[in-house]
């Protein structure tokens, strides 16, 4: 018998039937040598009329050895399912039924066909439209679902409502109040080394408060919480489904919409206009931090002159974007997090993507804003 340390696997042929012999140690560490082997006898295993597998010699085999046995047999032309298995211990050809049981779903995918840069772009297309109409199933769905709270307000879930005030409102804050105070800072910066060279310090005020208060601040604030809630509700529900709690939900009798997604909806609905002006304030008492120091203007003329620059319908434009940025927000987290697949990667592939969409939709709606407003002349 061959030196089973060296030669692990060879043939036999005895009244027309081909053995594979197989001996010594078959385990995940020596799967190279084992391959190798197996590949020289790959010609031959070809030409086989019928086929044995004997594993008398054997003394070890585990499943990723017994897994590559097979794969090399069926590669080579063997029906598998109907392979012989002689002199195997009882253990050993346990393993390999096992790993025989399951063969077929190892098969490899077929390689897709690699697209043309046309045929590309029109797949990118194809799957942002049903991206698309997804998100607008799901925003008709919440608003339905929202609509029901206004018939039976007593099926609004107040903890969950209270609990989600805390998560996207309170502890959002003080990272509003710190980027808006600094983009305030730098706008005053900005705008007066271009008013002093013409004696006009005066009217970075203005320019501060009309650009804050309408654009920026709201701008500002949607983003930062695209990127914080919007991420944070992707990975809470997709880890819910993932952890079949969302199943568990379904199967107590409870409505899934109106425990998980409206309670985040109605919360990010209502904090993200008074983030809005917590921004707005902090955006301006940034600003009027800087002119004191650089353009000296002090804060009682920089007040004096907000009152005059700031007409009220500038920061109440401001103010109704925000509960627009929110809807999206929250639905484009709520529904990204529903359609996580079964593994923990779809979690985090989904989780950037609903910022990236999250930024982009703000984008786009403050846009679309933006020209409504202009064509309305305000």
Request: glycine share 10%.
């Given at each position: 018998m061959p030196d089973p340390d060296h030669r692990r696997c060879w043939l036999e042929e005895h009244d027309g039937t081909v053995t594979l012999n197989l001996g010594g140690r078959w385990g995940v560490d020596k799967l190279r040598g084992l391959d190798a082997q197996l590949g020289q006898l790959t010609a031959a295993l070809r030409q086989s009329p019928a086929m044995a597998v004997d594993g008398s010699a054997l003394q070890q085999i585990d499943t990723a050895a017994a897994l590559l046995l097979l794969?090399?047999?069926?590669?080579?032309?063997?029906?598998?399912?109907?392979?012989?298995?002689?002199?195997?211990?009882?253990?050993?050809?346990?393993?390999?039924?096992?790993?025989?049981?399951?063969?077929?779903?190892?098969?490899?995918?077929?390689?897709?066909?690699?697209?043309?840069?046309?045929?590309?772009?029109?797949?990118?297309?194809?799957?942002?439209?049903?991206?698309?109409?997804?998100?607008?199933?799901?925003?008709?769905?919440?608003?339905?679902?929202?609509?029901?709270?206004?018939?039976?307000?007593?099926?609004?879930?107040?903890?969950?409502?209270?609990?989600?005030?805390?998560?996207?409102?309170?502890?959002?804050v003080p990272v509003v109040a710190l980027v808006t105070f600094l983009i305030g800072v730098v706008m005053a910066y900005m705008l007066g080394l271009q008013a002093e060279k013409y004696g006009a310090n005066i009217f970075v005020v203005d320019g501060v408060a009309l650009g804050m208060t309408r654009e920026f601040s709201p701008l500002i604030v949607a983003t930062i919480m695209a990127g914080r809630s919007g991420a944070a509700f992707t990975a809470q529900l997709g880890t819910m489904k993932l952890t079949e709690e969302i199943d568990a939900i379904a199967t107590l009798g409870l409505d899934v919409a109106q425990v998980l997604v409206v309670p985040r909806v109605l919360a990010l609905i209502i904090t993200l206009p008074l983030l809005v002006f917590v921004g707005d304030v902090a955006g301006i008492v940034g600003a009027m931090v800087m002119a004191q120091s650089t353009l000296d203007i002090s804060p009682q003329t920089f007040v004096d002159r907000l009152h005059v620059a700031l007409n009220p319908r500038h920061y109440l434009i401001g103010l109704a974007k925000a509960p627009v940025f929110a809807l999206f927000i929250a639905v484009i987290g709520c529904r990204m997090g529903m359609s996580v697949g079964r593994d923990t990667r779809s979690i985090g592939i989904n989780t950037t993507s609903t910022v990236v969409q999250g930024i982009v939709a703000v984008i786009l709606v403050d846009a679309v804003f933006a020209v409504v407003l202009q064509g309305l002349g305000l």
């Amino acid at each position: 018998m061959p030196d089973p340390d060296h030669r692990r696997c060879w043939l036999e042929e005895h009244d027309g039937t081909v053995t594979l012999n197989l001996g010594g140690r078959w385990g995940v560490d020596k799967l190279r040598g084992l391959d190798a082997q197996l590949g020289q006898l790959t010609a031959a295993l070809r030409q086989s009329p019928a086929m044995a597998v004997d594993g008398s010699a054997l003394q070890q085999i585990d499943t990723a050895a017994a897994l590559l046995l097979l794969q090399r047999l069926r590669d080579a032309g063997i029906a598998i399912d109907g392979l012989a298995l002689r002199g195997f211990q009882p253990h050993h050809q346990r393993i390999v039924e096992v790993v025989r049981e399951r063969l077929p779903d190892t098969a490899a995918a077929p390689r897709g066909k690699r697209l043309s840069l046309l045929a590309g772009f029109g797949k990118a297309c194809a799957d942002t439209g049903k991206l698309l109409a997804g998100h607008v199933e799901f925003l008709g769905r919440t608003l339905t679902e929202m609509g029901r709270l206004v018939v039976r307000p007593r099926i609004l879930r107040v903890h969950e409502l209270f609990a989600q005030f805390g998560q996207v409102g309170v502890n959002a804050v003080p990272v509003v109040a710190l980027v808006t105070f600094l983009i305030g800072v730098v706008m005053a910066y900005m705008l007066g080394l271009q008013a002093e060279k013409y004696g006009a310090n005066i009217f970075v005020v203005d320019g501060v408060a009309l650009g804050m208060t309408r654009e920026f601040s709201p701008l500002i604030v949607a983003t930062i919480m695209a990127g914080r809630s919007g991420a944070a509700f992707t990975a809470q529900l997709g880890t819910m489904k993932l952890t079949e709690e969302i199943d568990a939900i379904a199967t107590l009798g409870l409505d899934v919409a109106q425990v998980l997604v409206v309670p985040r909806v109605l919360a990010l609905i209502i904090t993200l206009p008074l983030l809005v002006f917590v921004g707005d304030v902090a955006g301006i008492v940034g600003a009027m931090v800087m002119a004191q120091s650089t353009l000296d203007i002090s804060p009682q003329t920089f007040v004096d002159r907000l009152h005059v620059a700031l007409n009220p319908r500038h920061y109440l434009i401001g103010l109704a974007k925000a509960p627009v940025f929110a809807l999206f927000i929250a639905v484009i987290g709520c529904r990204m997090g529903m359609s996580v697949g079964r593994d923990t990667r779809s979690i985090g592939i989904n989780t950037t993507s609903t910022v990236v969409q999250g930024i982009v939709a703000v984008i786009l709606v403050d846009a679309v804003f933006a020209v409504v407003l202009q064509g309305l002349g305000l």
